[in-house]
């Protein structure tokens, strides 16, 4: 079967409409086919001029977001999967790195080789009269919920510092966080700065 080829991307790398994939009508990526790179590795330099070329070019998924729907069915289809033997879980018996390399990456991503490193804070201890009234002060005037996803939990709801500073117990500056939603505010800090601090002006109308 002959098919007709139609080479040409547009300004941006895409392909040009209407252009005929070179595998249509295939049953299978190596059935009739090889790769023209099995086997064969990129060399520094093509690898430099690809990286050049796709500057500046957006991601395919830049912007968008699965619906809650669509990753649903994706979970339901991976577990499926796993439970007919398909495809392996990620973290089932034997299929785990060697122990060397998770040794090796866990000691990268310790400290300062973390992108989300913030000089050690994490170590500091809270201030006793934080641990023992003012922590327990926080979640009673927020009711014991937790201020992001709502969720009421009276024994392991955690008290936040807002701007990070385990020394900064102003009322304004603390609020209750749920163990899952508190891990969040780990990344992206300016970002849970601006948003928990609306939060509580919104509510209690701190200046």
């Known amino acids: 079967m002959e098919y007709k080829f139609i080479q040409g991307r547009d300004e941006k790398g895409r392909f040009v409409k209407g252009m005929i994939p070179w595998n249509k009508g295939l049953k299978g990526y190596l059935k009739g086919r090889t790769s023209p790179m099995k086997g064969k590795k990129h060399k520094k330099e093509t690898k430099k ?15 968008k977001k699965l619906s809650k729907e669509h990753k649903r069915k994706i979970s339901e289809g991976v577990r499926r999967a796993i439970q007919q033997g398909k495809i392996k879980s990620l973290f089932s018996k034997g299929n785990l790195p060697p122990l060397k390399s998770r040794i090796t990456n866990s000691k990268r ?16 201890r809270h201030d006793w009269i934080f ?36 020394h900064n117990n102003s009322f304004s500056n603390l609020i209750s966080l749920c163990r899952s939603c508190h891990t969040k505010t780990n990344r992206n800090r300016d970002y849970w700065k601006k948003e928990l601090i ?10």
């Open 49 to 63: 001029k690809i990286s050049e070329k796709l500057k500046g070019i957006p991601g395919t998924w830049k912007g």
């Open 109 to 124: 991503w310790k400290g300062e080789g973390n992108p989300n490193w913030n000089g050690g804070t994490s170590k500091e």
């Open 131 to 166: 641990k023992k009234i003012i922590s327990k002060q926080i979640r009673e005037r927020d009711n014991y919920t937790c201020q992001l996803c709502g969720k009421i939990d009276y024994i392991d709801l955690n008290v936040h510092h807002i701007d990070y500073n385990k």
């Open 198 to 207: 609306n939060i509580i002006k919104n509510k209690y109308n701190y200046e």
